[in-house]
DNA sequence: AATAATAATAGGAACTATTACTATTTAAGT
DNA sequence: ACTTAAATAGTAATAGTTCCTATTATTATT
């Protein structure tokens, strides 16, 4: 999982560790998934309906280009926007889930 | 729908629904839903594998109090930062998805 | 008002991502 | 080797949502 930059699905994850483990269960993942998310190994992010794992444990947002499909991660969401929650709206703010959709930098003239 | 200033579920509305058109159908709830979503009447949100729906048309952000389960509208993404996002990252924003998980005010001594 | 054409609906089946369950296997400790 | 505990495969179950079809409601046409 770590060898990809994407953000896999459990499907995905499932099928690839097929190759090696021809008769892994799609449940072993989905339970080792929860745990590495619990322990903070991986980050759970939920894209529409759908939950993708992210390798990247640090705090940080997408982007989610509509022509290709991509979600690139980026950092957004900072101290002072933070500080700005708390100032504006009285709200402690643990997590952030912000995926932000456009178009990348490759469809661009 | 308007009446209420939570972000129901379909399942919500279709029972709200169901108080005066005892004999509606779940599929109805939906199918009506997407159109009013399509044609920007509503908004989807997605809120972690669930689907919610807001009447407020205007782009704005939520914060979820992880306390009282609270979704509140707040206006955070604006225009400096669909710029940062223009410069720093060449990515064209149209929209965004942005959850903030926390601690509202009704919780803080 | 009767008829034809069109759209919307109920009801339920189908689908998808995920979780729960259980008998069996694997691993660890003694 | 034997016991205990944890992990797994395989499958059933669930939840949210979409799809399908026969029927009903609505609108337009004469």
Redesign the interface.
């Known amino acids: 999982m770590e060898s990809t930059n994407i953000h896999p699905t459990a499907d995905w994850i499932f099928n690839q560790a097929k190759i090696n483990i021809p008769n892994i269960s799609l449940g072993t993942v989905y339970r080792n998934l929860k745990q590495l998310s619990d322990e903070g190994d991986i980050r759970t992010i ?1 894209d ?4 993708r794992y992210d390798c990247n444990k640090d705090r940080h947002d997408h ?1 989610r ?2 022509v290709c499909g991509d979600l ?1 991660d ?1 950092q ?2 900072d101290d002072d ?1 933070r500080k ?2 708390k100032k ?18 490759k469809h ?1 003239k």
């Open positions: 939920h529409g309906a759908i939950a982007l280009c509509k690139i980026v957004l969401f926007l700005i929650v504006k709206y009285k709200f402690e703010a643990d997590d952030v889930e912000m995926t932000i959709i456009g178009t990348c930098k661009t």
